[in-house]
């Protein structure tokens, strides 16, 4: 489970893809994912899959890929085993279940490669609500440390005697009553913490605040759109017409 919790927390890498613009890394992100939609066969799903390993290559996050990919693989699995039980031939399954895998890849192009706060940025930059921006960002930051704070409780329940994967389904589902308790009554005291932070440093008191960085295209953000969009744009509409 410790390695399900560290996915989800942002690590600052030098590499060509971390250093592009958010919003570069969001259009490449939307390319391939429009891609893994219009490929009607299982070798050019498999194409797109491979250019997002490339990616990742390139980004120096193929291992933090890689459980994203293996987290997906048990809803994959699902999937397959769904259309096979519904009579689907059995290349469709396998090509429907590598979509499934493919899509969950070109979005976690985006999101590995991009900080909570270049991502605060490109919502900003889309003119979304204050308000709406600041939740989401927050809850990307608070999931990696709640699910911290349930494995420790876990662990720590464990050590006095807790069992939790003995037992039918319903022992199981009671046993994790005090999992729950404390980890509810630490995410309570932290939105406490959270909500006296933002009254001190004078939230809210400005309609229209400043930032202190903003987002600026340079030369090799432009050339990454234009290789981009030259490539995907012809892939595209082979898929689409074939």
């Known amino acids: 489970m410790y390695w399900v919790a560290s996915g989800f927390i942002f690590r600052r890498i030098s590499s060509p893809i971390h250093d592009l613009d958010p919003r570069v890394k969001l259009l490449i992100s939307i390319e391939l994912f429009s891609l893994a939609l219009a490929a009607s066969r299982l070798e050019e799903v498999g194409l797109v899959f491979a250019s997002i390993l490339a990616i990742a290559l390139v980004g120096r996050i193929m291992r933090r890929l890689g459980r994203t990919v293996l987290f997906a693989l048990g809803f994959a699995i699902m999937i397959f085993l769904i259309n096979i039980f519904v009579g689907y031939p059995l290349v469709s399954a396998i090509e429907v279940a590598s979509r499934f895998v493919t899509i969950v890849g070109s979005t ?9 706060d270049e991502l605060e940025h490109v919502m900003r930059w889309f003119r979304f609500p204050r308000d709406l921006v ?3 960002v927050t809850a990307i930051r608070f999931v990696p440390v709640l699910l911290m704070d349930a494995l420790q409780i876990m662990d720590a329940q464990k050590s006095r005697g807790l069992e939790l ?3 039918n389904p319903l022992t199981r589902i009671k046993n994790f009553g005090p999992i729950l308790v404390p980890l509810v009554v630490n995410a ?3 939105s406490g913490e959270l909500a006296e932070a933002m009254e ?5 008191a400005v309609k229209k605040p400043t930032t202190l960085y903003g987002l600026s295209l340079t030369i090799k953000d432009r050339s990454a759109i234009l290789a981009s969009l030259l490539v995907v744009i012809p892939v595209l509409f082979y898929f689409i017409v074939s």
Not at 108 to 116: G, V, W
Not at 200 to 204: C, E, F, K, M
């Open 108 to 116: 976690s192009i985006f999101f590995l490669t991009t900080s909570p």
């Open 134 to 136: 600041f939740a989401f």
């Open 165 to 167: 994967d003995k037992g």
């Open 188 to 190: 309570v005291v932290r």
């Open 200 to 204: 001190s440093r004078g939230y809210g």
